[in-house]
């Protein structure tokens, strides 16, 4: 349960080595967030790192435990095995994903249909094991790593900008179902941010940190937020794109 101040004590992460996860974590931990469980594509040296991350940081247990988002076959098994280790979960932190080129997506469908599988088709199998486990807790919150990619696809990244779209339309009906039922989703919309995924791209208008945008999902944790917008005026200049004729959209958003 979460603790007197509304804290989560219990915490899973799903896609265990993200930055911007890591960094949310960091600052979670340092409010009693005592007890995580890192679910990784592999129990190798980057989970390890993530796993001394939290310690250090003042989580008194942090377990791994291995998760393939490509395979939807495997989530429920993982997430009893994280649900297994935690007892009550007060948090989940769906942050895995992959960005892709759509280059390479527009030579091999097989790639783009693949990053599809792990950015949308996976968020739908991993949100609704969590929504079924949270509801028989009767509490517990989902936080989803959405992207404003999916407020209005683009040319140059298309395929990573629909399976954004797909996953924030499924995570904000399954936050309204949920309505009542003690638990709640949360989505977060962050621009471009200075992570391993974005290494060698060139920066978009305000992007931002992986710290930054921890630090928005703890306070959008703390104030009851239903969308999370990293940075926030993102949410003025989206709502502005959103509705820029097609043709002005198609030259802001054409292949540089
Ligand atoms: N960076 C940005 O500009 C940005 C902007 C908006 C939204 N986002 C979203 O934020 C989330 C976190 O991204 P990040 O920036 O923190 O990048 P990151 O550090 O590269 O994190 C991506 C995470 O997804 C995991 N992952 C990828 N494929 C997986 C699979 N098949 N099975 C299990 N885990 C898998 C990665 O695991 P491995 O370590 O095994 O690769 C890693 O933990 C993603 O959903 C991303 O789409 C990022």
């Not at 949270?134 to 919150?141: C, D, E, L, M």
């Not at 710290?211 to 999370?228: F, H, K, N, Q, T």
Request: charged content about 20%; overall charge neutral; glycine content about 10%.
């Amino acid at each position: 349960m979460n603790d007197a101040v509304g804290s989560p004590q219990t915490a899973l992460v799903l896609g265990g080595t993200s930055e911007i996860a890591l960094a949310a974590m960091d600052l979670l931990v340092a409010r009693r967030c005592e007890r995580v469980v890192l679910a990784c594509r592999e129990n190798g040296p980057a989970a390890t790192t993530a796993a001394q991350r939290l310690r250090a940081a003042g989580a008194n247990q942090v377990d791994i435990v291995t998760f393939d988002a490509s395979d939807p076959t495997t989530h429920a098994s993982a997430i009893d095995e994280a649900f297994g280790l935690l007892g009550d979960v007060d948090l989940v932190l769906m942050a895995f994903g992959v960005l892709g080129s759509q280059t390479h997506f527009d030579a091999d469908p097989l790639a783009a249909a693949a990053a599809v599988t792990v950015n949308y088709t996976a968020s739908v199998s991993c949100g609704l094991e969590v929504a079924n486990r949270f509801r028989r807790q009767g509490h517990g919150t989902l936080v989803v790593i959405s992207s404003v990619a999916g407020e209005r696809a683009r040319a140059d990244n298309y395929v990573y900008g629909s399976s954004k779209a797909g996953l924030d339309a499924f995570s904000q009906g399954l936050g309204d179902a949920l309505v009542g039922e003690g638990v709640r989703v949360m989505v977060v919309r962050p621009g471009f941010v200075h992570t391993r995924m974005t290494a060698g791209l060139k920066a978009a208008p305000f992007s931002t940190t992986a710290d930054e945008v921890g630090a928005r999902i703890v306070r959008g944790l703390e104030s009851g937020a239903d969308i999370v917008w990293a940075p926030p005026v993102l949410r003025w200049v989206f709502l502005v794109m959103r509705h820029l004729p097609r043709v002005v959209w198609r030259r802001v958003s054409a292949r540089s």
